[in-house]
């Protein structure tokens, strides 16, 4: 290898290890702070407990219902991963595929929502779900996020890259417009679907202001609401806190782990076309 090259190599793999430390540092720091005593986690200065306290994992989630709370977040989950790959799907195409009056207009308008922060909408969609009666329920906390302008724009731009003769052969051959997108363009938007998973996955799972507005007994709360009650006035259990911060960070990290080549994959083949 030319010196060159070398040198390039070794910077590019630098700056690599360099990222990847930053992000493992704090998922080190968070398990070996949930295996410390609750003194030691204001006394220790090093890295590594001097003890390790695995029963802290055991006594975490008996200092709360996190049984129910990770079913509830679970559940919330899936709905709204269900609720963004169908809807969002069908609004994608219609945009991308179907001719109708300020469909460029109303693309615009959606585009636009991107950049309203999530809080102007909050009291109105609350007040929405209190008048539907939906506050305290499962309905509460999925239904007024079934769908998400991010994932519309998403999935478009990638039925743009998707030959449009494809589904023009299979409309020849006999199929119909849903029989069209659900045998031609859903199996080739795979990768787009993934990556679309993982992000309403990850939105929904870790979510904190939504939950929190809408439940008020812990029957359904989600692992996120639960945490806080770790957090007490005059003082914070710490090592109960990383525990069960670490336990809720699972699910994410195995879903991400399970999906991120089609993550990847899709990220990189989503173009801009229009």
């Known amino acids: 290898m030319k010196p060159a090259s ?21 998922f080190l720091w968070m398990f ?10 204001y006394t220790n200065t090093s890295i590594l407990p001097t003890s390790w306290h695995w029963e802290n994992y055991i006594h975490a989630w008996q200092s709360a219902p996190f049984g129910q709370y990770y079913l509830n977040s679970l559940i919330m989950a899936a709905g709204i991963v269900s609720g963004h790959l169908v809807l969002d799907a069908l609004a994608a195409y219609a945009f991308a595929r179907l001719r109708f009056p300020l469909r460029r207009s109303l693309f615009v308008v959606l585009l636009a929502a991107l950049i309203v922060p999530t809080f102007v909408t909050v009291i109105p969609a609350y007040a929405i779900t209190a008048d539907l009666g939906w506050i305290d329920s499962y309905a509460g906390l999925i239904v007024p996020r079934l769908a998400d302008v991010f ?3 998403l999935l478009r731009q990638y039925f743009l890259s998707i030959p ?29 679907f993934a990556t679309l998973g993982i992000f309403s996955f990850l939105f929904a799972w870790n979510d904190f202001l939504w939950p929190l507005l809408v439940t008020n007994t812990d029957e359904l709360r989600t ?11 005059y003082g914070t259990s710490w090592n109960y806190l990383m525990a069960g911060t670490l336990s809720a960070t699972i699910p994410s990290i195995i879903v991400f782990l399970f999906f991120q080549r089609a ?5 990189a083949t989503t173009g801009s076309k229009d």
């Open 164 to 192: 449009v003769e494809l589904e023009e052969a299979a409309r020849i051959d006999g199929c119909g417009r849903f029989a069209t997108f659900f045998r031609i363009v859903v199996p080739l938007s795979l990768p787009a």
């Open 32 to 41: 070996t702070t949930s295996l410390e005593s609750k003194a030691e986690t």
């Open 151 to 153: 994932g519309i724009v």
């Open 263 to 267: 993550l990847v994959r899709g990220i």
């Open 6 to 26: 070398l040198a390039s190599s070794l910077t590019r793999h630098g700056v690599l290890i360099l990222g990847a430390a930053v992000v493992v540092v704090p």
């Open 223 to 233: 692992i996120q609401i639960g945490l806080a009650s770790f957090v007490g006035r």
